[in-house]
């Protein structure tokens, strides 16, 4: 019901911004829907005609979509869905602003209007057109199946054959201004021909928009601001922004200030060589999460992931429930539930843990051995060793994918000899928080075993 909520919100709020404008130009004597309105029955006409079908065709699906509430995409593209959704508001919003009276739907061959340049068309020549694609993306990814599908992708295609039938007009029109606007603009999104400094831009950019929508998903399905680390894409959006400030200016020609070219390519290296860096060792991390745990293990590990009073935290509840999987598969496995109490903690983490294998689970508590000391890995490791006893015994790790590998490696760093990986889910959207962190951990884990 609330992604459902949230596609009717984003919805309402697009048409709002349409209708509005349409009402507002209209108190001013202005015809806005020139669709079809064309008295010669050209090409443009037609198209429009078919364009005028294609956008109720297209709110009719999206709604139907919407009350069905099917989604055939795992979360995390709903999630996207929103971005692209929201965005898309945002462009069409500033579209229409800068616009101003100028602003028509369809082609008005009749009037003569000024050519409009500025602002967000400075860097989009059709930005209320890119802002119906990416709303119409954005519920598609929210709420995806066949027909939808098909219908988006009708409707994205007739708006494109109107975007070239309105630049040819504008062209007409306005010559060799419009030509000149056409070079320095592109027709959905760019700053003009592609070169290496726009490009990367670009994906600073992106990758600044995305950190800054991130953040907020993260506090809204990680607990609030206190999940740790969410400051990190804070950071990053921040980073990303001032590199865009500072390349727009180098492609503008107005840089602030020219460092030495021996300091450029001294960031150059360093960057590089930390990207590299984080790309190997994400790819280990995601690598991590898909092993397949061994069969009839001596023991499984429950690693504590955090209490909210006696209850598991979220992460923390997907291990619980991957370990009385394994369980229930392997009845001969024992199971040692590691976590002590923390601060704002009821219980222990290996208590919550026992309950819930018992009580939810049928887990039998003989099959179940408590570390209640321990405060974090390698605490919950060692303790855990020392409880088995065994350090040749047949061992599996039960913690969330995204930590599998760190987890792997201390352990094979106190003093395990016979351990493998039994992952639990990394829950997404939050996911991509946690993997992402998870490199920092890494680091920690290499300054201080292998350096």
């Given at each position: 019901m609330t992604y459902r909520l949230i596609a009717l919100f984003f919805l309402a709020v697009f048409y709002i911004i349409y209708y509005s404008k349409l009402l507002i130009q209209k108190k001013k004597g202005i015809v806005t829907n020139q669709i079809a309105k064309g008295r010669d029955h050209d090409t443009t006409y037609y198209i429009e005609r078919v364009l005028g079908v294609s956008t109720i065709a297209i709110v009719i699906a999206e709604i139907l979509s919407i009350a069905?509430?099917?989604?055939?995409?795992?979360?995390?593209?709903?999630?996207?869905?929103?971005?692209?959704?929201?965005?898309?508001?945002?462009?069409?919003?500033?579209?229409?602003?800068?616009?101003?009276?100028?602003?028509?739907?369809?082609?008005?061959?009749?009037?003569?209007?000024?050519?409009?340049?500025?602002?967000?068309?400075?860097?989009?020549?059709?930005?209320?057109?890119?802002?119906?694609?990416?709303?119409?993306?954005?519920?598609?990814?929210?709420?995806?199946?066949?027909?939808?599908?098909?219908?988006?992708?009708?409707?994205?295609?007739?708006?494109?054959?109107?975007?070239?039938?309105?630049?040819?007009y504008l062209l007409k029109e306005h010559g060799e201004e419009y030509r000149k606007?056409?070079?320095?603009?592109?027709?959905?999104?760019?700053?003009?021909?592609?070169?290496?400094?726009?490009?990367?831009?670009?994906?600073?950019?992106?990758?600044?928009?995305?950190?800054?929508?991130?953040?907020?998903?993260?506090?809204?399905?990680?607990?609030?601001?206190?999940?740790?680390?969410?400051?990190?894409?804070?950071?990053?959006?921040?980073?990303?922004?001032?590199?865009?400030?500072?390349?727009?200016?180098?492609?503008?020609?107005?840089?602030?200030?020219?460092?030495?070219?021996?300091?450029?390519?001294?960031?150059?290296?360093?960057?590089?060589?930390?990207?590299?860096?984080?790309?190997?060792?994400?790819?280990?991390?995601?690598?991590?999460?898909?092993?397949?745990?061994?069969?009839?293990?001596?023991?499984?590990?429950?690693?504590?992931?955090?209490?909210?009073?006696?209850?598991?935290?979220?992460?923390?509840?997907?291990?619980?429930?991957?370990?009385?999987?394994y369980l229930k598969e392997n009845e001969r496995t024992i199971v040692v539930a590691s976590g002590g109490q923390g601060k704002y903690e009821s219980i222990s983490e290996s208590e919550c843990a026992r309950r819930k294998l018992t009580e939810v689970y049928g887990i039998s508590n003989d099959r179940i051995l408590l570390e209640d000391k321990s405060s974090d890995t390698e605490e919950n490791l060692k303790f855990s060793l020392e409880i088995i006893g065994e350090p040749s015994a047949r061992v599996g790790i039960v913690t969330n994918g995204f930590h599998e590998l760190r987890a792997m490696s201390i352990a094979k760093e106190v003093g395990y000899e016979n351990v493998s990986s039994v992952p639990a889910k990394t829950l997404m959207p939050v996911g991509i928080h946690y993997t992402v962190r998870e490199f920092f951990g890494m680091v920690e884990y290499y300054l201080k075993y292998i350096i």
């Open positions: 069905v509430g099917t989604a055939q995409l795992p979360l995390i593209w709903r999630v996207f869905g929103m971005y692209f959704a929201f965005l898309g508001n945002l462009v069409f919003l500033l579209a229409v602003i800068t616009m101003r009276d100028s602003w028509r739907a369809g082609v008005a061959k009749e009037e003569k209007r000024d050519l409009v340049s500025e602002g967000i068309y400075k860097y989009s020549r059709n930005p209320a057109f890119l802002g119906f694609d990416m709303v119409y993306i954005g519920i598609l990814l929210m709420f995806f199946n066949p027909i939808l599908l098909i219908v988006t992708v009708l409707a994205i295609v007739i708006l494109h054959l109107q975007i070239l039938q309105e630049e040819e606007y056409k070079e320095n603009t592109c027709r959905y999104a760019g700053y003009g021909k592609p070169t290496p400094s726009k490009i990367i831009m670009y994906i600073f950019f992106s990758l600044g928009i995305f950190s800054v929508l991130y953040y907020f998903t993260c506090i809204s399905y990680g607990g609030g601001p206190k999940l740790s680390w969410s400051w990190l894409w804070i950071l990053i959006a921040a980073f990303s922004f001032f590199r865009v400030f500072m390349l727009k200016r180098k492609i503008d020609g107005r840089e602030l200030f020219i460092l030495p070219s021996v300091l450029v390519w001294i960031y150059r290296v360093i960057f590089i060589a930390i990207l590299s860096f984080f790309i190997i060792t994400e790819a280990r991390i995601i690598g991590a999460m898909t092993a397949i745990p061994e069969k009839d293990l001596d023991y499984i590990i429950v690693l504590g992931a955090g209490l909210n009073g006696t209850e598991p935290s979220n992460p923390y509840k997907v291990r619980i429930q991957k370990a009385a999987e």
